[in-house]
């Protein structure tokens, strides 16, 4: 398939550990396949949380970034309320 569109964004976290959790949360996510139209990456480098997505069209483009961003945010404040 051919992804026309990207997304990109870099989480610097406090300390390490935070981005190795969420990314541990948000992982079975990315493996299950919720959409053909966009394909979804996330890294984690020392405190650092990558993520990028490649979509073929906008509105999935825009889906994709909506799940993960929610998702990080929700991992992000469970891990606050500790």
């Known amino acids: 398939m051919n992804y ?3 997304f990109s ?6 300390n390490a ?7 541990a949360a ?10 053909k139209r966009s394909l979804s990456r996330i ?8 993520l990028s997505i490649d979509s073929a069209d906008l509105v999935a483009l ?3 970034a909506n799940s993960l961003l929610k998702k990080i ?9 500790e």
Do not use: D, G, N, T
């Open 73 to 81: 945010i929700l991992a992000k404040s469970i891990l606050e309320a």
């Open 4 to 6: 026309h569109y990207s």
């Open 43 to 50: 890294m984690v480098k020392k405190s650092m949380l990558s």
């Open 17 to 23: 550990a935070e981005p190795r959790i969420i990314y």
């Open 9 to 14: 964004l870099r989480l610097i976290f406090r």
């Open 26 to 35: 948000i992982k079975p996510e990315l493996f299950s396949a919720h959409s």
């Open 62 to 64: 825009r889906a994709s």
